[in-house]
């Protein structure tokens, strides 16, 4: 059987980048197979064949991490497969996501799945910039309406120099001051942004923005005369509008009264306001006799226009709903030792945000136990991010943490591990 493969290649920080099209996940809508050193993905895009009756562009981005790609045999004692994915799979996997999320009409309505296949790991190469470029040249070359391409690499700043995909083991023992994974659609335009350093400048961070740019261009521009050559005609799929009577009925309803209930200095009393506003809405539509289906929109629309107020204010008259001025900060409150038992504890709050956390020190032996593709090893400084559903005033299931849970733990763990004691000086376990 002839797999009929097409490899398409380009020099990226003096090592091939090289991406193959062939029959393999032939029944997918596409499937390309990215190499970058002996790191390599494989990346299918399928969409849905139906529309669904949905407010939201379903979308998803699943990174799946393959022991064998690495060479080892882990899991339990008792069941050696993978099981649901590691932390480090789903902030590879929001990586992606954010980077090609935008590029997508937000009104198409199919089901559309990116899944990342991690299939070699030299342990060298990070799987992440292979696995954006090649899921971006996946969407491209399918017939899935998107309007990449996108692409996205590393910049490290290593003994005052900026390195463009640094290996691993150049960046071990804290190598670099700091190190940024950027993403863009060509020119100047970034569209998504990672960093991690220890009191980096702006003058260097800005710096290492600027040479990224210049090689995202070149990886888009490949990946234009990848999709020229093999490149898919894009499908038409129907773009979701609510129907011009029914908008018509909602803007006429709210002309008078959503300036009112949005523009509340208070958050508590500005929801409880925007709640009877969009109940009041509900009723009046229900009189009207519109669908259950269309009152559903309505609340969409409701939500369109109250963003479209605030925008429309603030840009005319830098007017805030809560009246505070642009270069105006929510009142900010803290306490410390707020629980006796803890080893540290504190509240932070911004307006009604708050944050409790809390510090516990063990000794090393509670060192967390890591077991992923691309690690083994152990963990001595973890930062757990919550976000129960109380929080917002509702209700909701109470379980593990989700993927937002997770990428916002990762965000705040950045910016405080610089900060923790080497082991030498504090060995001990830290748990926030």
């Keep these: ?14 090592r091939p980048l090289a991406l193959e099209v062939s029959r393999l996940g032939e029944q997918a809508n596409a499937a390309v197979m990215g190499t970058y050193g002996d790191t390599t993905v494989l990346v299918t895009v399928v969409i849905g064949k139906e529309d669904r009756e949905i407010d939201y562009l379903p979308l998803t981005v699943d990174y799946e991490e393959r022991f064998y790609a690495a060479g080892k045999v882990l899991g339990s004692r008792f069941v050696r497969r993978e099981g649901r994915p590691s932390e480090e799979a789903i902030l590879s996997g929001r990586l992606v996501d954010r980077a090609i999320r935008p590029l997508f009409d937000q009104r198409i309505r199919r089901d559309i799945q990116v899944v990342v296949t991690v299939v070699s790991y030299d342990e060298e190469n990070d799987p992440d910039l292979v696995a954006l470029t090649t899921a971006s040249a996946a969407l491209a070359i399918s017939d899935v309406p998107w309007n990449g391409p996108v692409s996205g690499l590393k910049v490290s700043k290593i003994n005052g ?22 993403a863009g659609v060509g020119g100047d335009v970034i569209n998504m942004i990672e960093l991690a350093g220890d009191d980096a400048s702006e003058d260097e961070v800005m710096q290492a923005f600027e040479k990224a740019t210049g090689e995202i261009e070149r990886l888009n521009e490949f990946q234009r005369k990848i999709t020229k050559e093999v490149g898919r005609r894009k499908i038409e799929v129907a773009l979701w509008e609510p129907s011009a009577e029914l908008k018509s009925a909602v803007l006429e309803f709210l002309s008078d009264r959503l300036e009112a209930a949005v523009y509340e200095r208070g958050k508590v009393e500005r929801e409880k306001k925007v709640g009877e506003l969009a109940s009041a809405l509900k009723t009046h539509l229900a009189e009207k006799e519109y669908s259950a289906r269309d009152i559903e929109i309505a609340a969409y629309i409701l939500e369109e226009e109250i963003d479209a107020l605030v925008h429309r204010k603030i840009l005319s008259g830098g007017e805030r709903p809560d009246g505070r001025r642009l270069d105006e900060v929510r009142e900010l409150y803290a306490e410390l030792g707020l629980l006796r038992r803890a080893h540290g504890s504190s509240l932070f709050i911004r307006g009604n945000t708050q944050a409790l956390a809390s510090v516990t020190i063990a000794p090393p032996g509670a060192e967390q136990l890591v077991e992923t593709m691309e690690q083994t090893g152990k963990r001595r ?3 757990h991010y919550n976000f129960p559903p109380f929080s917002v005033g509702e209700t909701g299931r109470l379980g593990g943490p989700g993927r937002r849970e997770i990428g916002h733990g990762a965000l705040a763990e950045k910016a405080v591990r610089p900060l923790i004691p080497n082991k030498e000086n504090f060995p001990y376990t830290i748990r926030v």
């Design 1 to 14: 059987m002839d797999l009929n493969r097409k490899k398409f290649s380009i020099d990226l920080a003096g």
């Design 161 to 182: 120099e900026l390195v463009v995909n640094p290996i691993n083991s150049s960046l071990k023992d804290g190598a670099a001051k700091f190190e940024t994974f950027v």
């Design 381 to 383: 400084f973890m930062l």
